[in-house]
Each structure stands twice: as C-alpha cells, then as structure tokens.
C-alpha cells in the first residue's frame, strides 16, 4: 500500500483544514487507517483513526468534537477534517494504514505511512 497525504497549510486559530490521504492498492476497504502528527521537539502521537468498513472510530481525547475522520472506499481515499484549530495542532501530520481491519491507535500497528504534510495554525 502507498500512501499519499495533502491538504496542509498554515490556518489562525480556529480555522479549518482538510487533509486527505490517497491509497494505492485494491483491497482499500480492508485495512484499517490511521492519522498521528508529531511536534516539534514531540513524540509522535495518534490522533485518530477509523475502520476497514468506516463503522468503527477513535479519537484522541484533545481532538473530540473537532476533528472527523471519513473513508471513501469506492476512491480509497481518507479525510480528515479539522475544525476549531488551536497552535497546539501544529505538527506534522501522517496517514498510516493498517493490516488490522479495526481503527487500531498505535503506531506499531501501522505498516504503511505516508509522507507527511504539515499543519500550522497561528495564534
């Protein structure tokens, strides 16, 4: 699986962005994937992640009610969408597919990444 991310850019706080993570491959819709970001300075931390079907979904606590992961199957493709931004978001930000069906959390779960694309929000 390859793996290409985009949609990246510089926001103000409380802005919205949209990255979207394109997928090679076609058996899309069994692999479970996955967004991290890693800071500056920063492990790399799971932020959210979603199922092979789209049913199931996972969210790290500080991004709730913010940001929305979706699946396109039929396009293999996977969104995520920003909203309410804050400086703390800044980071780079990395799509990940997974083996595992389910919308698995953590990095070693992950067998495919893409490259990443960078996302900076203002105060």
């Known amino acids: 699986v390859q793996l290409q991310a985009s949609g990246g850019g510089l926001v103000q706080a409380g802005g919205s962005l949209r990255l979207s993570c394109a997928a090679s491959?076609?058996?899309?819709?069994?692999?479970?994937m996955g967004w991290f970001r890693q800071a500056p300075g920063k492990e790399r931390e799971s932020v959210v992640a979603?199922?092979?079907?789209?049913?199931?979904?996972y969210y790290t606590d500080s991004v709730k009610g913010r940001f929305t992961i979706s699946r396109d199957n039929a396009k293999n493709t996977v969104t995520l969408q920003m909203y309410s931004l804050k400086p703390e978001d800044t980071a780079v930000y990395y799509c990940?597919?997974?083996?595992?069906?389910?919308?698995?959390?953590?990095?070693?779960?992950?067998?495919?990444w893409g490259q990443g694309t960078q996302v900076t929000v203002s105060s």
């Open positions: 979603i199922s092979g079907s789209g049913i199931s979904t």
């Open positions: 990940a597919a997974s083996a595992d069906w389910g919308a698995r959390r953590y990095g070693y779960e992950y067998s495919y």
């Open positions: 491959g076609r058996t899309f819709s069994s692999y479970g």
